[in-house]
T-cell receptor, first 109, second 115 residues
């Protein structure tokens, strides 16, 4: 089963914060976050491992709650360049990374 | 480094035709995978490989075959194209160990239309 992402879409003004959530009905060994701009390939943002720390770079960070099988992506002080579709992917064991349906983020000036 | 390359960029097939989507990477990655992307469905895993000679099925493998004879190449074969296979296909690769393990690099995609 695919991880479930929420919200499906969000519109922000430049400088506002956003949180994208990802939950799984199966136990996850790791959570992966990617961003895809329209017409382009997905690009890796970060990976969170079971038992690992919250990760982040620049103004984008993420956490992974293993007990709840939930991950959240935090975008702080959003910029126009943050617009795109964000995908969370989960690894439930083995070598399969299964992705959610995506969250569309639009940042306007 | 070219990264992950895919050919062709666009393809139109008639129902029942077969074809091979090509994928190559020059990063010496052990892991390679194929995804299809349909509106509202995200990325769905078709097949994957953890090394030459080793392949396995993903979420939606029916109608597709793969093989991996070299580390660099991972072609995806459509056996008998159907309109339901109209999609954008992405190939990806990653290391399986080390600091950047499981960070997948995606190719530019192949947009396939089956009429």
């Amino acid at each position: 089963q695919q991880p479930v992402q929420s919200p499906q879409a969000v519109i922000l003004r430049e400088g506002e914060d956003a949180v994208i959530n990802c939950s799984s009905s199966k136990a996850l060994y790791s959570v992966h976050w990617y961003r895809q701009k329209h017409g382009e390939a997905p690009v890796f943002l970060m990976i969170l491992l079971k038992g690992g720390e919250q990760k982040g770079h620049d103004k984008i960070s993420a956490s992974f709650n293993e007990k709840k099988q939930q991950s959240s992506l935090y975008l702080t002080a959003s910029q126009l360049s943050y617009s795109g579709t964000y995908f969370c992917g989960g690894n439930t064991g083995g070598f399969k990374t299964i992705f959610g349906a995506g969250t569309r983020l639009f940042v306007k000036a | 480094n070219a990264g992950v390359t895919q050919t062709p960029k666009f393809q139109v097939l008639k129902t029942g035709q077969s074809m091979t989507l090509q994928c190559a990477q020059d990063m010496n990655h052990e892991y390679m995978s194929w995804y299809r992307q349909d509106p509202g469905m995200g990325l769905r895993l078709i097949h994957y490989s953890v090394g030459a000679g080793i392949t396995d099925q993903g979420e939606v493998p029916n109608g597709y075959n793969v093989s991996r004879s070299t580390t660099e190449d991972f072609p995806l074969r459509l056996l008998s194209a159907a309109p339901s296979q109209t999609s954008v296909y992405f190939c990806a690769s990653s290391r399986t160990s080390g600091r950047d393990s499981w960070e997948q690099y995606f190719g530019p995609g192949t947009r396939l239309t089956v009429t």
